[in-house]
């Protein structure tokens, strides 16, 4: 577990155990009355690269992170750069589970439906 700022910055930033993707994610920062999205760039377990020009975000602020599929992880802010930052999470997270896309069962039309209700033979 790291016990310093900079700790914490080398685990976030340690590429084996993060996934880079292009997913947006909505940040509650305390003091301010709207969620910011921002783009994640990369995630892991125990934390995310954002980026997002976010007036007023020190390190050590407490966040609360949404991301999809998981709901509310609360975090703090590890480093901040040039419209981007690193967040720790509280406690781990599945990045599996944010990247997995929710699909909603459609209609399929009557024509393609019809090719799953017995064996389709083609002629030569």
């Known amino acids: 577990m790291p016990t310093s700022v900079d700790e914490e910055v080398a685990a976030l930033s340690r590429s084996t155990d ?5 997913m947006q994610a909505n940040i509650v920062i305390p003091g301010q009355s709207v969620p910011v999205t921002v783009r994640v760039r990369n995630l892991s377990a125990g934390g995310m690269l954002a980026e997002a020009k976010v007036r007023g975000l020190v390190q050590g602020a407490t966040v609360e992170v949404e991301l999809r599929n998981v709901g509310f992880v609360p975090g703090r802010v590890v480093w901040v750069g040039d ?6 999470f509280d406690h781990a997270v599945d990045p599996q589970a944010v990247r997995r896309q929710i699909v909603q069962k459609t209609e399929v039309p009557a024509h393609i439906a019809a090719l ?8 030569r």
């Open 83 to 88: 419209g981007k930052f690193g967040i720790a």
């Open 18 to 22: 993060r996934d880079s993707l292009f």
């Open 116 to 123: 799953n209700k017995g064996p389709l033979y083609r002629r």
